[in-house]
């Protein structure tokens, strides 16, 4: 769990920096599902991040796509 919680902060953090707020508010959930010991949450959440990753990285290609 210990390594979930870090995984998603660091992730919470780099989606912030780049603007991704739904990337940024999941990874917060996971973060916080974590620290309240609640693994089975923190799992469930982070199960859903994978298809709002490929959506934040196909938006940020078409936009290098598009000359930015």
Known sequence: ??????ES??????AGTFGA???QTV?????M???QG???EAVALAQT???I????RAAYQDYLESDG
């Open 1 to 6: 769990i210990a390594s979930l919680e870090h």
């Open 33 to 35: 599902a974590c620290k």
């Open 49 to 51: 991040m994978e298809p």
């Open 27 to 31: 990874a917060k959930q996971v973060e």
């Open 9 to 14: 902060h660091t992730l919470k953090s780099s």
């Open 21 to 23: 707020v739904k990337l």
């Open 38 to 40: 609640d693994l089975k």
């Open 53 to 56: 990753f490929a959506e934040t």
